[in-house]
């Protein structure tokens, strides 16, 4: 079954451009990596709309497993995580971040 990597963000007011360029950056990585990115926007959430969902699938726990240790040595990753993501300014809050397996019947 399906395993999900889902990261919620708040984007920064004043910051949606940089936010969706980094996001277009971090899906190049991923998709390169074998990761299947979609991200979403909470548009009817009451407080949690505006929300986005950066997800990325993989076809179970083994390709989740594969592609975690490909993303934790690939330099263009590790790279990009330091300047984005270590950020004393990030153009988006991390709110949360989810590994979910499918269970669909």
């Known amino acids: 079954m399906a395993v999900v990597q889902a990261v919620q963000f708040r984007i920064v007011p ?3 451009e ?3 360029n980094n996001v277009a950056a971090a899906k190049k990585i991923h998709d390169r990596l074998g990761g299947r990115v979609r ?3 909470a548009v009817a959430a009451g407080p949690n709309t505006g929300i986005v969902n950066y997800v990325i699938e993989h076809d179970d726990l083994a ?3 594969d592609f975690s240790t ?3 040595a690939d330099p263009e990753w590790v790279e990009f995580a330091a300047k984005t993501l270590g950020r004393a ?3 988006g809050t991390l ?3 989810t590994l979910a ?3 669909t019947p």
């Open 14 to 16: 004043g910051k949606n």
């Open 18 to 20: 940089e936010f969706t």
């Open 39 to 41: 991200v979403w926007t």
């Open 63 to 65: 390709a989740f497993a």
């Open 70 to 72: 490909r993303l934790t």
């Open 89 to 91: 300014d990030p153009a």
């Open 95 to 97: 709110l949360g971040v």
């Open 101 to 103: 397996n499918e269970i």
